[in-house]
């Protein structure tokens, strides 16, 4: 997990992966967000919550998309990119 934000439009604790690629040759960068990968941001984000001493809070996983071509790069905010994995709960 590279951040947690906090959208205060709808009072959510947001953690966010960050993906950059050169191209597209590999497929979109947020396609390197596997399963696995998404069991150990929902991990680290429910080892926040503990610090935080689980507090009553929505909390959702984004994914932020930077593909750089030409040198320019773009950037695409996924919401809601996935939801905490099994076996975890929250």
């Known amino acids: 997990m590279d951040l947690v934000c906090r959208d205060k439009a709808c009072a959510t604790l947001v953690f966010v992966e960050v993906k950059t690629r050169r191209g597209r040759d590999y497929g979109a960068p947020?396609?390197?967000?596997?399963?696995?990968?998404?069991?150990?941001?929902?991990?680290?984000?429910?080892?926040?919550?503990?610090?935080?001493d689980n507090p009553d809070i929505l909390f959702r996983f984004d994914i932020v998309e930077v593909l750089i071509e030409d040198d320019r790069p773009a950037i695409n905010l996924i919401k809601n990119a996935f939801t905490l994995p099994e076996p975890y709960l929250y």
């Open 30 to 52: 947020g396609e390197a967000v596997t399963r696995d990968k998404q069991k150990l941001i929902a991990r680290g984000a429910l080892a926040w919550l503990r610090l935080l």
